[in-house]
């Protein structure tokens, strides 16, 4: 079976511009999830969604940050304008409903803000 | 992050067994989880164990909970230069595992 998708696996762009990470959860899940990894701050829950509406995005750091779900196999989480302390590595999860059913994760993101 | 505590790095020999401690803070913990992540992957779900147990074994990974300490630990038998990875612990508090909260994760090193 086909685990949690993410692309691009690594983007490196200049601070002002504008990314887009992408998701696909595994499919029949109905939780996905936006965490961010930093050596300082360890593993981030950003947002997460369920049948594609976002419950909680507490973890969202600021404004500039925005995560969408049009449809049930797909997501995205873009940043604009980014900013160099945005570099860290972005992970998507999803599972499903059944409360024992834990989360999936995905390979993640590597984002360099120069 | 801070409820949930791992020491940041353990060293062993391949063939010993290697053990990874936990602290949680919440007593009302429903499940704990342990995941590992090798270097450029993701996190790849190890096993998990329901408050109400207090082992879980499952080939060469056994799982011990003390609920009255909030200690938990993975012992891996046998450990293999494969096993080298940082591992993470990770509870929740509520029966939906929306809410997990995650270590910082333990980086072990395994030496021929």
């Known amino acids: 079976d086909a685990g949690v998708i993410q692309s691009p696996r690594h983007e490196v762009t200049e601070m002002g511009q504008e990314v887009t990470l992408r998701c696909k959860p595994i499919?029949?899940?109905?939780?996905l999830f936006w965490y961010r990894q930093t050596m300082m701050r360890g593993l981030e829950l950003l947002i997460y969604?369920?049948?594609?509406?976002?419950?909680?995005d507490s973890g969202m750091p600021e404004d500039r940050f925005s995560a969408k779900m049009p449809n049930a196999s797909f997501s995205t989480l873009k940043i604009q304008p980014s900013e160099p302390r945005d570099s860290a590595v972005y992970f998507c999860?999803?599972?499903?409903?059944?409360?024992?059913?834990?989360?999936?994760f995905g390979d993640g993101t590597r984002l360099s803000i120069l | 992050g801070e409820d949930v505590e791992q020491s940041l790095f353990l060293s062993v020999r391949e063939g010993d067994s290697s053990v990874i401690n936990c602290t949680y803070t919440?007593?009302?913990?429903?499940?704990l989880y342990w995941y590992k992540q090798e270097p450029g992957a993701g996190l790849q779900l190890l096993t998990y164990i329901f408050s109400n147990m207090d082992m879980k074994q499952d080939q060469r990974l056994t799982v011990l909970l003390n609920k009255k300490d909030k200690h938990l630990s993975l012992r891996i038998a046998d450990t293999q230069t494969g096993d080298s990875a940082i591992y993470f612990c990770?509870?929740?508090?509520?029966?939906?595992?929306?809410?997990?909260?995650f270590g910082a994760g333990t980086r072990l090193t395994v030496k021929p």
């Open positions: 499919s029949g899940h109905d939780y």
């Open positions: 919440d007593s009302s913990s429903t499940y």
């Open positions: 969604f369920n049948n594609n509406v976002p419950i909680d």
């Open positions: 990770a509870e929740t508090r509520s029966m939906n595992n929306n809410d997990m909260r």
């Open positions: 999860a999803s599972r499903k409903t059944e409360s024992n059913q834990p989360q999936h």
